[in-house]
C-alpha cells in the first residue's frame, strides 16, 4: 500500500466524519446542537483510537477516543459489538466529560471483520438535575447534576431498547429536544457506517486496517518532530481558579511539571489541588483535552490531527484531585478548570519555546442566563457566553474580544435578544486598559451590560477569574481581572461571579466587564508606533 | 434592428472574457484579451474593439454591454478603500470591532485579529436609541457636535449604521440629512437603506463596506462612461450584483457592496440556462480554475440563493448564489511531508510563479504539473499556443518532490496527485449535495473553468454520478451566463412577527412598501410593464432558531401556503418538521425583476470532419497514443471513446477510459459511463 492509497483513505475517512457532522446539523433539533454548534464526530480505527474529526470545540477534541478506549477496556469489550449495535453513555467516571454530553458509538465491519469505530458527541439541552441546563453552579456531587447514562446499548442488533429510551424521557426536562437531538446522533452513525463501508469495499478490510495504522504513524512522527524541536527539561507552572463557587474565595491550583525529553513529553499534574465542593471539577477525558490540546498547538500547521498525535505524551494525574475527580464529585462546570491548566500548560511551554507561547487568555466561558418574569408569568430564557481578550504573542498583540483556548463560542444578537424578550442590552464595547501591557499588548476584554424591563427576572451566572488574573509573559503585565455588577437605583453593588438564580426587577442593570489577555515582554520596550496607536485607539 | 449587438464581458485577474451576440445571426462567439489591472475598462474597450473587428460589426451598432467586474472585491481584498467615518448608536462603537467571534482556525497560537474597516477612533457614538418595534426610547440629539467632530476627521465616505434602523430609519435620514448638508459631495451609506436586516453586526459591516466602496467603484464608473462614445460606442450597459441578476451604473453607484460576491454569478446563471437548453434540471456545477474549486448545485432548473456571504472574513448581508468553495485547483502544491504523508493543497502556486511547467519560476509541483506529466496537454498549444510548457521541469520537480520521497515513477507520482485531488475534488461536490439531502446520482456534473474538463470522469466516478457535461468554451462560460441575464433587484424589511392571522395586517403594510418599492426601482430603470415581475420570499424560522429559511412566496399574503411550504423545505433540508411549533417572520424580500430580451442564440456547430490526431499519454499504467479531437472539427454524431482528449483553445478534456463522449446539438460535449 502506498502514500497515494493512504492519502485518499485519509480523506475519505476525514470526509466521512464531515458526512457525519453534516448529518447532526441537518437532523438536530436544539439550538445548543444547531447553532451554538456544540457537537463533535469522528472515526475511529478497529482498537478505538481517533483517525478523523470534525470539530470546532478544543474540549471535544481528543476526548472521544479516551471515552471509547475506557468503554471498550472496562465495560463492554470489542468482541461484544455486533454491526448493529450502538453504545452510548454521558457518564463523566465512565470516559464521558460532563452530563449534559452524550457519546455514541457504532462500530463498523467488513466481511465480518471489524475495521471501525463511527463516534458522535453532542451537548444536550438539559439531562435533569438541580437546575434548568444542568448546569448548577452550587451543585456538590453528581446526582444533583442530572441522569446518569453507563456504556449501554441502547441499539443492540438493530432494535432500540425502548426500556432505556423511556426511562431517559422520564428524567429530563426537554424529552422531545434530547430524544430527537441524540435520534440525530444516531443517523449520523449510520451515514459514517456507510461512508466507511463504501470505502472498505474499494479496498478491502486489511487495507483500511493497514492504511489507519500509517495515519497513525504519520501523525505520531509530526508530533514527535514538534517536541523534538523543544530543549529537553523540565518546566513548570501554576495557575489558579479563584473557587469553587461553593468554598467561596479558596484558590484552587492548577500545576503543571512538564518534562520534556527528546521526542517526548510527560506532564505531571500531581500538584493539582484535590477535587472540589463545587462542580469545577474534571475528569481524565477533560483534562487530557486540555493537555493535548496545548501541545498539538505546538504542532506544524497541516499535520493531520489523530490519536497517533497522543503516543509520545504520557499525562499523570492523581485520582481525587481537580483534574481527575473521583466519582460522585460534581463536574458540569469542568470547562473552568480544562481553561485554567491550559493556561498553565501554556505558562510550562512558554519555558521551552518562548518565541512561540502566548500570555494568558481570559481563560474562562462567562456564562450568564436571564430567566425574565412578565406581569402575567410568562418566561423567556437567554443564556449567553461571553469572551475576553487573547493573549499577546511574542511576535504580536493579543486579539481584542476574541474567543480563546477551549471553547469557542458565538455571542448573541442584540437586536435578535430585544425582539424576543423584554432585555435591553444598554452597552457592548471594548474595555479599554484591560489588556497587559506589555512590550506586545493583551487583547482587550468587553463590557455588556442588560437591563431588566421586565417585572421579575432571575439572574444565574458563572464565571472565573475576578481574582487570579491572566498572566503576563517575559516581563509582561496581567490583565485586569473580571468585574460583574448590579446597578439598581443608582447604586453599583458588586455581584459573585458564581451565582444561581438572583432577583432582579424592572430597571436594574448587570454589567459585565471582562478580563482581558496578559501581555508579553517589558513595557519599556513597546515601539514609540505601537504606543502612539493604542492612544489614538483608545486601547490603553 | 439598428442596434443588433449584445456584448457580455467578465473581466479576470488575467483575462478580460467577452462574449458577443449579434442578433443578425444569432451566434454567440467569444473573445479574450488581457486584463489591465490598472484601468480595468482599458482592457473592455481593447477587448470590444478587437471584438468589432475580428466578427465583423460597428461599435454604434452595440446596443447592450453586460459587465462583470471585480473591481469592488479587489478593492476590499487590497485595501484601496475611501476613509470612512462611522455613527453608530452611542455604547456600540465597538460593535464592528467585536464581531462575532468565533474563531476559526482551533490551533493557531498566533491569531490575527478579524478585519474591521473602520478603526476605532473613526466611530463615533449618536444620542439617540430605538427599541425593537422601531418606537423611540431616545430621541436623536447633540447633531451641531456631532457634525463638528465629523467634519474634524475629513471623511471620504460615511456609513451610518443605528440599532433598529431596520424597523424605523427615521433617525439615519435625520443623520444622512445633517451629514450631507455638513460635507457636501460626501457619500453617505445608510444601513436602513443597504441592508435592512435584523443582526447588527452583520447590518453594520454591509454598511461599512458599501460606504467606503461608493468612491472606488464611482472612479470606475466615471473612467467606463469616459470611454462610451467612442467611435458610436453607445450601449445601454448593466453591471453584475452577487445575487445572479444584473443592475444599473446608478444603482451601482449607490450600492457597490451588491458587487462584491458577483464572481460566481456569471457561472451560476450560465448553469441554469444551460440547464434547460440541455433538458437537464439537476446539475452540479463545478467550476475548477487555478486556485479554487466552486460547486453550486442547480434543482429543478434553478440556482439556490443564500442570504448572507462574506469577503475577507466581513459579513456581507446581501443575497447572493449559494456555493460552496474549496482551496483547490490547477495551482495547488503537491508535497511530502516529515512522515511521508503526500498531500495536495492547500497551498496554492497562484498564477505567480504558477505551476512549474509555466516555466516561470515555479519549483513545487502542482496538480496541472500532475497533468503535463501525464501527457494530457499539449505543450505547443497551451491557452491557444499563448504558452510553451515546460515539461522537462515538470517531470523533474514531480520527481525530486514527491516520487523520488516516495519511492514512485514520475508517473505513478503524477497519477497520485491527481487521485488525491479528485477525492478532495469529490468530497466537497458530496457535501454540497448531501447538506441538502440530495444524491449525487440523481444529477448529472457540469464541468467547467480552465481546469474542469481535466478532472471531471474521475470526479464524477468517486461520486457514483454517470454523465458529465463540458459546456463549450468552459474558460469564458461565466460571460455566456451574464449575456442572458435579468436585471433583479432585492429589497428586504425585517419585522420579527408570528406567522399568523393577526400578524396579517403588519405583513400586508410591509409588502405594500415592498411592492411600491419595487415599482419605484422598475421606474427609475424605464423597464416596459409587460417586462416586469415582482417576486416575493419570506424568512422564516420556528421560534427559538437562530437562523431562517428562505421560502418563495408567490401567493402573498395567503398564509396557508407559504406555511405549508416551510413545513416542507425543513424536512427536506433538516429532515423533520413540527406543524404544532410557531412560526416567525424575520425578514420579508422583494425581488424586482426587469427582463432584459432574450436574442435567440443559434449553436450552429461547424460540420467538422477533420480525423483526430494522436498524442503519448499515461494511462492505464502506460504510455500509450490516444487519440486527441479538435472540439471544432468534432462532427455530430461520432462517438469518442476514452481514452481521449478533447482539445479547444483554452481548455482541455479529458475522457478516461470507460467514458464515451458525444456532441450534443448545443455544442456541449456530453460523456457517459459505459454501462
Not at chain 1, 423584554?422 to 479599554?432: G, N, Q
Not at chain 2, 494522436?614 to 479531437?629: D, I, M, Y
Not at chain 2, 468534432?634 to 482541455?652: K, R
Not at chain 2, 479529458?654 to 456541449?668: F, K, N, Q, V, Y
Request: with cysteine; aromatic share 6%.
Amino acid at each position: 500500500m502506498n502514500a497515494i492509497e493512504i492519502e485518499v483513505i485519509r480523506n475519505a475517512l476525514t470526509a466521512a466524519a464531515a458526512e457525519m457532522d453534516v448529518t447532526v446539523w441537518r437532523t438536530s433539533r436544539s439550538t445548543i446542537v444547531r447553532e451554538l454548534l456544540d457537537y463533535s464526530t469522528a472515526v475511529f480505527d478497529a482498537e478505538g483510537w481517533n483517525l478523523a474529526q470534525s470539530a470546532r470545540i478544543p474540549s471535544h477534541l481528543n476526548s472521544m477516543s479516551h471515552a471509547l478506549r475506557e468503554i471498550l477496556a472496562r465495560f463492554i469489550p470489542a468482541g461484544e459489538w455486533g454491526p448493529d449495535d450502538v453504545v452510548i453513555t454521558n457518564d463523566p467516571y465512565c470516559g464521558g466529560q460532563h452530563l449534559p454530553d452524550i457519546l455514541a458509538f457504532k462500530a463498523v465491519f467488513h466481511e465480518g471483520t471489524r475495521i471501525a469505530f463511527a463516534g458522535t458527541l453532542c451537548h444536550h439541552i438539559d439531562v435533569g438535575g438541580l437546575a434548568a441546563g444542568s448546569y448548577a453552579a452550587k451543585a456538590t456531587e453528581i446526582f444533583q447534576e442530572g441522569l446518569r447514562i453507563p456504556p449501554l446499548k441502547v441499539i443492540a442488533g438493530g432494535v432500540r431498547n425502548e426500556g432505556v429510551w423511556a426511562m431517559i424521557r422520564q428524567n429530563i426536562r426537554k424529552p422531545d429536544l434530547l430524544l430527537g437531538d441524540l435520534s440525530s446522533q444516531l443517523a449520523s452513525l449510520d451515514v459514517g457506517a456507510a461512508a466507511i463501508r463504501r470505502l472498505a469495499a474499494r479496498f478491502g478490510a486489511a487495507a483500511m486496517i493497514e492504511a489507519g495504522r500509517r495515519i497513525l504513524d504519520m501523525s505520531e512522527a509530526g508530533m514527535r518532530a514538534a517536541i523534538a524541536a523543544m530543549p529537553d527539561g523540565i518546566y513548570e507552572f501554576e495557575d489558579f481558579l479563584d473557587d469553587d463557587g461553593v468554598e467561596v474565595g479558596k484558590p484552587i491550583r492548577l500545576h503543571v511539571s512538564l518534562t520534556i525529553e527528546g521526542d517526548e513529553a510527560r506532564v505531571d499534574l500531581s500538584g493539582c489541588s484535590p477535587q472540589a465542593l463545587g462542580p469545577v471539577n474534571a475528569t481524565l477525558a477533560s483534562s487530557t483535552a486540555a493537555v493535548m490540546f496545548a501541545l498539538m498547538c505546538c504542532a506544524e500547521p497541516g499535520l493531520h490531527m489523530s490519536a497517533g498525535c497522543y503516543r509520545p505524551i504520557k499525562v499523570e494525574a492523581p485520582e481525587g484531585s481537580v483534574v481527575n475527580a473521583r466519582a460522585p464529585a460534581a463536574v458540569a462546570h469542568r470547562i473552568a478548570a480544562t481553561h485554567r491548566l491550559l493556561n498553565a500548560m501554556n505558562g510550562a511551554l512558554h519555558q521551552a519555546v518562548p518565541d512561540r507561547i502566548p500570555a494568558a487568555y481570559y481563560g474562562n466561558s462567562y456564562v450568564t442566563t436571564f430567566q425574565t418574569v412578565a406581569a402575567d408569568g410568562g418566561r423567556e430564557v437567554l443564556v449567553e457566553i461571553e469572551i475576553g481578550g487573547s493573549g499577546a504573542h511574542p511576535a504580536k498583540d493579543g486579539v481584542n474580544a476574541f474567543s480563546s483556548g477551549m471553547h469557542n463560542n458565538s455571542n448573541i444578537p442584540i437586536e435578535m435578544i430585544e425582539a424576543q424578550m423584554p432585555l435591553t442590552v444598554t452597552r457592548y464595547e471594548l474595555r479599554p486598559g484591560s489588556g497587559g501591557a506589555g512590550e506586545r499588548r493583551g487583547g482587550l476584554g468587553l463590557v455588556r451590560e442588560w437591563r431588566v424591563d421586565s417585572p421579575r427576572c432571575l439572574f444565574t451566572a458563572n464565571m472565573d477569574r475576578f481574582v487570579h488574573a491572566p498572566y503576563g509573559l517575559a516581563g509582561g503585565q496581567a490583565a485586569a481581572p473580571g468585574t460583574l455588577e448590579l446597578v439598581r437605583d443608582g447604586d453599583t453593588i458588586a455581584v459573585p461571579p458564581k451565582t444561581d438564580n438572583l432577583e432582579l426587577r424592572e430597571g436594574d442593570v448587570i454589567r459585565l466587564a471582562t478580563s482581558g489577555g496578559g501581555g508579553f515582554g517589558d513595557p519599556e520596550r513597546r515601539d514609540g508606533d505601537a504606543r502612539t496607536r493604542d492612544e489614538r485607539l483608545g486601547y490603553a | 434592428m439598428d442596434q443588433p449587438v449584445r456584448i457580455a464581458v467578465d473581466i479576470g485577474g488575467t483575462f478580460t472574457d467577452l462574449q458577443i451576440l449579434d442578433a443578425r445571426a444569432g451566434r454567440v462567439q467569444a473573445h479574450k484579451t488581457p486584463t489591465t489591472p490598472a484601468d480595468p475598462s482599458e482592457g473592455l474597450m481593447t477587448g470590444v474593439r478587437e471584438a468589432a473587428s475580428h466578427f465583423g460589426f460597428a461599435l454604434s451598432e452595440v446596443g447592450m454591454l453586460l459587465h462583470g467586474t471585480t473591481i469592488a472585491t479587489n478593492a476590499v481584498l487590497e485595501r484601496k478603500l475611501a476613509r470612512g467615518v462611522l455613527l453608530t448608536t452611542a455604547g456600540f462603537e465597538d460593535v464592528l470591532e467585536i464581531t462575532r467571534h468565533v474563531r476559526r482556525e482551533l490551533y493557531r497560537l498566533d491569531p490575527d485579529p478579524f478585519p474591521c474597516l473602520i478603526e476605532r477612533d473613526r466611530r463615533l457614538g449618536v444620542t439617540e436609541r430605538l427599541r425593537a418595534d422601531g418606537s423611540v426610547e431616545i430621541p436623536l440629539s447633540g447633531l451641531d457636535g456631532l457634525m463638528e467632530k465629523l467634519r474634524a476627521l475629513e471623511p471620504e465616505a460615511v456609513a451610518i449604521g443605528l440599532l433598529h434602523a431596520y424597523a424605523n430609519p427615521a433617525h439615519e435620514e435625520a443623520l444622512a440629512e445633517a451629514v450631507r448638508a455638513a460635507l457636501p459631495g460626501v457619500p453617505v451609506s445608510l444601513s436602513s437603506e443597504v441592508s435592512p436586516e435584523i443582526r447588527e453586526y452583520e447590518r453594520l459591516s454591509t454598511t461599512v463596506l458599501n460606504a467606503v466602496l461608493m468612491p472606488v467603484v464611482q472612479n470606475y464608473l466615471n473612467r467606463l462612461k469616459a470611454r462610451l462614445g467612442e467611435g458610436g460606442f453607445t450601449p445601454r450597459l448593466f453591471l453584475v450584483q452577487s445575487n445572479g441578476g444584473m443592475c444599473s451604473l446608478d444603482r451601482a453607484a449607490a450600492q457597490p457592496a451588491r458587487l462584491l460576491l458577483s464572481g460566481p454569478s456569471g457561472g451560476a446563471m450560465a448553469a441554469e440556462r444551460l440547464s434547460r437548453r440541455l433538458a437537464r434540471p439537476n446539475l452540479v456545477a463545478v467550476d475548477m480554475g487555478g486556485t479554487s474549486f466552486d460547486v453550486s448545485v442547480v434543482q429543478d432548473h434553478r440556482i439556490g440563493l443564500v442570504t448572507q456571504g462574506e469577503v475577507d472574513r466581513l459579513p456581507v448581508r446581501l443575497p447572493m448564489v449559494e456555493m460552496r468553495t474549496i482551496g483547490a485547483g490547477g495551482g495547488s502544491i503537491a508535497a511530502v511531508d516529515a512522515g511521508g504523508r503526500l498531500s495536495v493543497g492547500p497551498r496554492s502556486a497562484g498564477a505567480r510563479p504558477g505551476p512549474v511547467c509555466y516555466g516561470r519560476g515555479g519549483t513545487e509541483p502542482t496538480v496541472s504539473d500532475a497533468n503535463a506529466v501525464l501527457g494530457r496537454f499539449d505543450p505547443d498549444f497551451f491557452l491557444g499556443g499563448a504558452m510553451k510548457l515546460e515539461l522537462g521541469a515538470a517531470r523533474e520537480a514531480m520527481v525530486a518532490r514527491v516520487g523520488d520521497r516516495l519511492g514512485l515513477s514520475t508517473e505513478a507520482a503524477a497519477e497520485g496527485v491527481m487521485r488525491v485531488t479528485n477525492t478532495q475534488l469529490a468530497a466537497a461536490v458530496r457535501l454540497s449535495l448531501f447538506e441538502k439531502g440530495l444524491d449525487p446520482r440523481d444529477f448529472a456534473l457540469l464541468s467547467f473553468g480552465g481546469a474542469g474538463g481535466l478532472h471531471a470522469c474521475e470526479v464524477a466516478e468517486e461520486l457514483g454520478m454517470t454523465e458529465i457535461v463540458l459546456p463549450r468554451e468552459p474558460g469564458t462560460l461565466s460571460a455566456y451566463g451574464i449575456m442572458f441575464a435579468d436585471l433583479v433587484q432585492d429589497i428586504a424589511r425585517s419585522r420579527l412577527l408570528p406567522l399568523e392571522e393577526a400578524s396579517l395586517p403588519a405583513m400586508e403594510e410591509t409588502l405594500g412598501a415592498l411592492h411600491a418599492e419595487a415599482q419605484a426601482r422598475l421606474d427609475a430603470d424605464a423597464i416596459p410593464a409587460g417586462q416586469r415581475a415582482v417576486e416575493i420570499a419570506a424568512d422564516l424560522r420556528y421560534r427559538g432558531q437562530a437562523f431562517e429559511l428562505l421560502i418563495p412566496w408567490p401567493e402573498a399574503p395567503a398564509l396557508t401556503p407559504l406555511l405549508a411550504r416551510f413545513h416542507a423545505t425543513h424536512r427536506a433540508r433538516f429532515s423533520y418538521a413540527d406543524e404544532s411549533e410557531r412560526v416567525e417572520l424575520v425578514t420579508l424580500r422583494a425581488s424586482a425583476i426587469g427582463r432584459l430580451p432574450k436574442p435567440e442564440e443559434s449553436r450552429d456547430v461547424p460540420p467538422g470532419a477533420s480525423a483526430p490526431g494522436t498524442r503519448r499519454l499515461w494511462t492505464g499504467g502506460a504510455w500509450c497514443e490516444v487519440p486527441v479531437h479538435l472540439r471544432e472539427t468534432l462532427a455530430q454524431g461520432v462517438e469518442v471513446a476514452g481514452p481521449a482528449i478533447i482539445e479547444e483553445a483554452f481548455a482541455t478534456h479529458w475522457i478516461a477510459p470507460g467514458w464515451t463522449a458525444t456532441l450534443d446539438p448545443e455544442g456541449a460535449v456530453i460523456a457517459r459511463r459505459t454501462p
